[in-house]
């Protein structure tokens, strides 16, 4: 999943904790957890969900990969900071 494909599913970028997160919760508002894409070199992704605690409750390792090949982490300079 690229920048792009993030930005559209919802997902923000933090720079203080360099990842990529969106917030659910429940209809009523009551409960909230963030889902968490982190990435570490070429096609390596960390994915968390954390309680309103700062609890993680589910993780997941692995390599995506798209068409075979895998994902590059996003590098743009919006993502680095620089200009939009």
């Known amino acids: 999943m690229n920048e792009t494909e993030l930005k559209a599913k919802g ?3 933090n720079s203080d ?13 009551s409960e909230q ?11 390596e992704v960390r994915k968390l969900m954390i309680d309103a605690n700062g609890e993680v409750f589910y ?3 692995g390599c995506e990969q798209r068409y075979g ?6 590098i743009s300079d919006e ?3 620089g200009k939009p």
């Open 11 to 13: 997902f923000e970028f």
């Open 17 to 29: 904790k360099n990842w990529w997160a969106r917030t659910w919760s429940t209809e009523d508002g």
């Open 33 to 43: 957890v963030q889902e968490v894409a982190a990435y570490f070199g070429l096609g």
């Open 59 to 61: 993780e997941g390792f």
């Open 69 to 74: 090949e895998p994902m590059e982490r996003p």
């Open 79 to 81: 993502h680095h900071g």
